[in-house]
């Protein structure tokens, strides 16, 4: 009896967002099922969408034995969410040991993102004599997902009273009261999601802005991207001006610009749509353009050009994330249905990473862009890959039945309907 490589889910509606669960529930950490859990967030064109907590129907399906007739996961809970939820997230590790103002330790924290930011407390299941029982009903009694705080302050460069439409968000590691969001209005606000306040506002591209991540390990820097095709890199202590990191190189060929001044003044560019920090060494950083195909890998120490350039796609990317391991792999997933995982390791200069210091553009010699196309692992999926989230490292457990699994990372991909986990 071999350990199971692949999980599966299918949901009632498109899965836009997901995102798997950092720690096991309070008072589980002796269970293993509660560590193959995933927040995901529908995407339906109305104001019917929802989001939802599933986890593992039993803990013998991570084995392989009779246990096929079943669905690998179940729903725990659902709730309204609106509008389509662009971003979702568990709370990281260290909201485990934060104080908090308010907030009972049985709960935990996800958080999403649409037309504001929602801090929702989940309440799992308490540890249960009939665990073992197979064919309990999907939607457990005792699970709860209720809106904690709706954060939509207004608006810098709008004059309505809500704010604009949030892109993203990131989640600080470190400080997990911290939460800075994107948004389609040109600014990102961070927020102190324990007192539910805005802490500031700033007006961060010339155009939309689509993602943003805090660098590993500091509470004041952060990096954003957006439609104007830049990178740009911010510092809460002295936000009077940023750091642009990377411009996308202008498009070749255009046509000139038209009298009119609202064409003329806004070029065409290709938007930078994600950004992500290599957890182990934050010096690197990964995006990619609107309908690209390639990743560009940028280092800290050489702004203005990507150091490496991932190609082996073969349609626009979609979704890209790096795992927790020692040697952290990147994997990247698109419209070509294919998930890759790359093993950067061998190439990138390990360095001083520039954790809480200013150096955000402290040159390095001058790095040629090298181009990478041998993936160290692929899979192929039924149909297109919509997004990607990674496990934290899971440690091995022995069943009842004496079967054992092995410690390592997961990855699970939304394509449709469909969610499957992958072992790595």
Known sequence: MTQTTLLQYEAPWPVQCLDWCKTPGPGQHSRPRSAFRFGIGSFLENYQNKIAVIGLQDERVLVEDDYTDYPDFVTLCDAHHGYPVTSLQWQPAAALTYAWSQRSPSTELLATTGDALRIWEYTGDAPSPLSNFVGRQPATPGHSLVVKAALSGQSKVQNQ??????????????????????????????????????????????????????????????????????????????????????????????????SSPSTSARPPTSPLLRIAFNPNDSNYMSTFHMDGSEVQILDMRSPGHPVFELRAHHGQINALGWGSGERPLLATAGDDCQILLWDLSSYAQSGSSPHGSSRLNSPRPDVKKRTISDPVMAYTAPSQITNLAWSPRIQGMTMNSGHSTATGEWIAIACGKSIKALKV
């Open 161 to 258: 009273s809500t704010g604009a439409p949030l892109t993203s968000f990131s989640w600080n590691q470190k400080s997990p009261n911290l939460v800075v969001t994107s948004s389609i209005d040109t600014t990102c606000t961070v927020w102190n999601i324990d007192s539910s306040t805005a802490i500031t506002q700033l007006i961060a591209h010339d155009r939309e802005v689509y993602d943003v991540a805090w660098l590993p390990g500091s509470t004041d820097l952060f990096v954003s991207v957006g439609a104007d095709g830049s990178l740009r890199a911010f510092d809460l202590r002295s936000l009077e001006h940023s750091t642009i990191l990377y411009e996308t190189p202008a498009p070749k060929n255009v046509p000139p610009p038209s």
